[in-house]
Structures are given as C-alpha cells and as structure tokens.
C-alpha cells in the first residue's frame, strides 16, 4: 500500500464529516457538529494550519554532511521522533462507522508502538473506552498516554486507576474538553480544575501527568505549579473555539516560560515533517497529530500508521539536513526567518 492508497481507501469508509482532503486544511468540514468540524464559526482548524504555513525556516546546507537523528526522550522512553497521535474520542460519530473506540484504539496503539512513536488514547462517558485503551497501552509496554477528561474526583480517580493497573506510565488530561456539553450534563458534573484540585490529581497519579489543552503562558504557570510533568498547547479539545488564537501564535511565549521545567507538546493544524520542525523551532518539546492519524487508521489500519510515520520521519529528517541541524538538540529559534 502507498500513502495515496491508504487516503483514498479512507475516502471510501470516512464521512460524513470528514471528508480526507489532499490537504486536511479545516475548510470543507468547517462548522459541522459533531465531526472533526467545530461548533460556532468552525474557524480554528483553518487558523491552526494556516499559521503554521506563515512560519518560515532557514535554510543551511553549508554544513557538516553526516547523519540526522530525530529520536526523542519521554519521560524516559525513547521514540524515533517527537511526534504523537493525539487522543480521539468518538471516532464511529466523527468519522465513520468504520471502528468503535475500542476497535480504533486496539489498532492505533499497537500500530503507533511498533512504528516507533506513541499514541495518546481518548475518553468518553463509557468507562470501557477508557479502560480497553489503558489495556491496550499496557499490552503496548506502557507505549502510550492514556487521556481522562476533567471527570468529578471519585470518577477521575477510578480511571487513573484502573491506568495504573494496566501499566500506563504516562497520564494526561484534556482540561479543555470542560466545554464539551456533554459533561456539563453529568452529576456532579464535569469541569475546569482550580490549580490545588489539578494538584490533588497529579500527585494521586504518582506518574508523569500532562495537561491539554493550555493556551496562555498564565495557564501554563498554572499547571507547574500544580506539579504538572508537561503541558499540551491545544485549542479545540472542548470545541469551544471561536475568537482563539492558533497554537502556533502562542507556543513561543508559553515555551519562554516553562521551556525546562516542564514537557512542552503541541498539537493542532501540524500536518508534515516540515511542521514537525517549525514547532520544535518555536519551542516545543515534540507534537500531536489527531485527524491524520485518523485518516491512517480508517484507510489502512496499523499499516496506514506506519506509512504516515514513516512519511513524517522522512520529511523531518530532510527538514533538518537541508537547515544544517542533525539532532532535536540543535532545533532552535535561530532557524527561523525573521522577514
């Protein structure tokens, strides 16, 4: 299979909202509801990917000619690259009727291990999503993030660990999925965390604990102070989404502040290995990746994975030969130009 094989054996299984473009830009599912669209103007993905095409890298080959190396320390696993698949919740809804949650994540997971990345697995209402894709991260070596949503306490607590049971080694929580309406719903209900219940959470998972969904330097202080091991700057885990900024906008500032003390991740309109480097560039530790990793699933299972990350590498490493950088250490602001 190639990768336009496994994109149009997507187009024959996805929909109807996502339509797997030849650029997944935002602009044909716009404001669909549900789907990977948005409520309201349905504008952040466009702004997302649009402001990572207005970031320009310097080229360099004047240079040493030798090996480039993307391999990227987690908390002490090392990847091939600084690259994940973001979690996905819903995905028979948003997507298509193709795989449940728990199908999608006993491909996803497995599939993003043996390609030399991770994947960040999602959550629902249902506590068998959650738990079948903490299993499968287990089965995995703990290759994976399993991702819980700002449940109540007894709730949130009973799903960190039941992760903990299935050998996660790595916990994150959308925070930003508090404007879904869904959890709005619950009793007690779902919700922002003030930064002493964050604490209260991250000292309970007594394991490297990452907030998503942080989109301002005060929000990732926050965050820190809370004991937070790394953050996600992401702006559409709780679709709620007009009138903010593209992550790309505000990565630099947030890595100004907390560059080193914390996991810097980014996710949002990041599309190809170029990307990958411009936002290493801009300060981030590594990057996220949601409706491709979809798209890989649905068009060709683990096999669709691995060609997208291989794909990915490929783009990354011949980013980074042609800016005369050989490793992620060398990756810095300095590449960037400056018109």
């Given at each position: 299979?190639?990768?336009?094989e496994?994109?149009?054996a997507?187009?024959a299984?996805s ?19 549900p ?12 702004r997302?990917?649009?402001?990572w ?15 480039v ?10 990847y091939d690259l ?7 919740g ?5 997507y ?6 728990q ?6 997971v497995?599939?993003?291990a043996e390609?030399?990345i ?21 089965a995995a ?9 700002p ?19 790595v916990?994150?929580?959308d925070?930003d999925?508090?404007g ?7 009793n ?9 219940e ?13 907030v ?11 965050a820190l102070?809370?004991?937070a ?10 679709r ?41 560039a801009?300060?981030a ?26 794909k990915l ?27």
């Amino acid at each position: 299979m190639t990768y336009q094989e496994m994109l149009a054996a997507a187009r024959a299984c996805s929909g109807p909202y996502c339509k797997v473009c030849p650029v997944c830009n935002g602009k044909a599912c716009g404001a669909t509801m549900p789907g990977p669209g948005a409520k309201g103007s349905g504008t952040v993905a466009v702004r997302n990917y649009e402001a990572w095409q207005q970031v320009f890298l310097n080229m360099d080959t004047i240079c040493e000619n030798k090996p480039v190396d993307t391999r990227f320390n987690f908390f002490g696993q090392t990847y091939d690259l600084p690259v994940f698949a973001a979690p996905v919740g819903a995905v028979k809804l948003h997507y298509g009727e193709k795989y449940t949650d728990q199908e999608y994540n006993q491909i996803l997971v497995p599939a993003c291990a043996e390609a030399g990345i991770a994947a960040f697995t999602g959550d629902g209402v249902d506590p068998a999503v959650f738990a079948a894709a903490s299993q499968a991260i287990g089965a995995a070596g703990g290759r994976g993030i399993p991702t819980v949503k700002p449940w109540d306490k007894e709730t949130l607590f009973a799903k960190l660990d039941a992760a903990k049971a299935s050998g996660a080694k790595v916990f994150a929580m959308d925070i930003d999925a508090a404007g879904l309406p869904f959890l709005k719903g619950l009793n007690p209900p779902a919700g922002p965390k003030t930064t002493q219940e964050l604490r209260e959470i991250v000292e309970y998972a007594q394991v490297p604990f990452l907030v998503k969904g942080v989109m301002t330097v005060k929000g990732a202080l926050k965050a820190l102070e809370a004991g937070a091991a790394g953050i996600v700057v992401s702006n559409h885990g709780g679709r709620v989404q007009d009138g903010v900024p593209p992550t790309a906008q505000v990565l630099p500032a947030i890595a100004d502040a907390v560059k080193g003390k914390m996991m810097i991740l980014v996710d949002g309109g990041i599309r190809n290995g170029v990307d990958v480097c411009k936002a290493l560039a801009l300060g981030a530790d590594a990057v996220m990746l949601a409706r491709p990793y979809v798209t890989s699933v649905y068009g060709g299972g683990a096999e669709g994975v691995a060609l997208l990350t291989q794909k990915l590498k490929a783009e990354l490493q011949d980013t980074m030969a042609m800016c005369g950088v050989h490793s992620l250490a060398e990756i810095s602001r300095e590449m960037l130009f400056q018109g």
